[in-house]
């Protein structure tokens, strides 16, 4: 069964960079033909997705955020990173990453899009 596990600080300083780690488990994250997505939720608010890095390694950003967004993966440890620059008051959201097989819920993400999801982390911007 695939788990997946978020790590990373849960308070940034605003204008640093937030950096967090999903860490996969009971599958990897080179498995034809999965994407590895990020997604947030701020709080009051839908979940947003912010991007994903596909099983052969290709990254995919949503569009507002690609200047300040990147993912990347090790493969050694079965896991995949998200960094998002210059951060915000706006940008404090929980933060969770999950397995998607096709690209629905890129735009306007629910539950259903996904499987499986991390539990989440929640990230605070403040200083």
């Known amino acids: 069964q695939v788990q997946l596990v978020e790590s990373g600080p849960g308070l940034v300083q605003p204008s640093e960079t937030l950096s967090l780690t999903c860490t996969v488990s009971g599958g990897s994250i080179l498995s034809n033909y999965y994407y590895w997505n990020w997604i947030r939720q701020p709080p009051g608010k839908d979940m947003e997705w912010l991007g994903a890095?596909?099983?052969?390694?290709?990254?995919y950003y949503n569009p507002p955020l690609t200047s300040r967004t990147s993912i990347s993966r090790d493969t050694s440890k079965n896991q995949f990173t998200l960094q998002l620059t210059s951060v915000t008051p706006e940008d404090t959201a929980e933060y969770f990453c999950?397995?998607?097989?096709?690209?629905?819920?890129?735009?306007?993400?629910?539950?259903?899009?996904?499987?499986?999801w991390g539990q989440g982390t929640q990230v605070t911007v403040s200083s």
């Open positions: 890095i596909s099983y052969s390694g290709k990254t």
């Open positions: 999950a397995r998607g097989s096709t690209t629905r819920g890129w735009n306007n993400p629910v539950k259903a899009d996904f499987a499986p």
